[in-house]
Nanobody, 115 residues
Framework: QVQLVESGGGLVQAGGSLRLSCAAS????????MAWYRQPPGKQRELVAA???????DVADNVKGRFTISRDNAKNTMYLQMNSLKPEDTAVYYC?????????WGRGTQVTVSS
């Protein structure tokens, strides 16, 4: 069983930055895709960014150029650097990992961007 714990959320003004972390209870070296999703208030969960085992990344169009995803296998941690935050980025952000056929989720961390 893999546990994922997100941290780094909070309240920030528009234009500010936050860095989210996702710490895994197991070595992420063998994980396949890892990703950040978010769920804005009253909306469905959406993919924000993903990083593959070989560190290839993919970022949603609506955050491209502002968000950067990365993973540090030595620290068993994935990150989401969020710059130039906008009020529409307000959401609960979830960490996801796919490993040995399993699909694992963290409990989420709240990000609130004030205008």
């Amino acid at each position: 069983q893999v546990q994922l714990v997100e941290s780094g959320g909070g309240l920030v003004q528009a234009g500010g930055s936050l860095r989210l972390s996702c710490a895994a209870s197991a070595s992420i070296f063998s994980f396949n895709d890892m990703a950040w999703y978010r769920q804005p208030p009253g909306k469905q969960r959406e993919l924000v960014a993903a990083v593959a085992r070989g560190s290839t990344t993919d970022v949603a169009d609506n955050v491209k150029g502002r968000f950067t995803i990365s993973r540090d296998n030595a620290k068993n941690t994935m990150y989401l650097q969020m710059n130039s935050l906008k009020p529409e980025d307000t959401a609960v952000y979830y960490c996801n990992a796919k490993y040995l056929g399993g699909d694992y989720w963290g409990r989420g961390t709240q990000v609130t961007v004030s205008s």
